[in-house]
């Protein structure tokens, strides 16, 4: 039962006004919080954040390479719009193709040393935007209750049912 198609059939629970405050406020922080970061990337590296994410991804992966699947899964983005930022990536030396040995239809993403140069160069001022930003503001208690808050819902919102409409799926 699709719920977009469906007539529900009792009233929606609508948020009380301190719920409604609170998604107003997560949804104003977030959307500042990754213009600020894309911001920062932009001036310091030339790159949008989802690139950075992509570039961090594989520098942290064995011999700094993983399977075009895999990448789109880690990202949670679409494989076109994976291809479209590796092709960018590519354009940019900072990443190439291989095809993959265990799997004819299979490609891999692997960080070039240069895209490993631009990368560490970039990270200083990357952590030091996300500190500013985010980690300063907070105490210590808060950045844990953060946290935990940020892995319920992540985890809440990923499918475990086999054939769920998944991003990195499509």
Known sequence: ???????????????T???QRTWQA?????TLLEDHLDRQLQRDAGMPHIYYG???QLSEAPRRRLRMTELAMNAKITRSRLSHAIARLEKSGWVRREDCPSDKRGQLACLTDEGYEVLSRTAP???TAVRQALFDRLSPEQQKSLG????????????????????WLR
């Open 26 to 30: 997560y949804l104003h922080a977030t």
């Open 1 to 15: 039962m699709d719920p977009m198609t469906t007539a529900p059939t009792q009233a929606p629970r609508w948020l």
């Open 54 to 56: 992509l570039l961090v």
């Open 17 to 19: 006004d301190e719920e």
């Open 125 to 127: 001022g990357h952590v």
């Open 148 to 167: 935990e808050i940020m892995r319920i819902v992540a985890e809440g919102l990923q499918p475990k049912e086999a054939g769920a409409d998944l991003p």
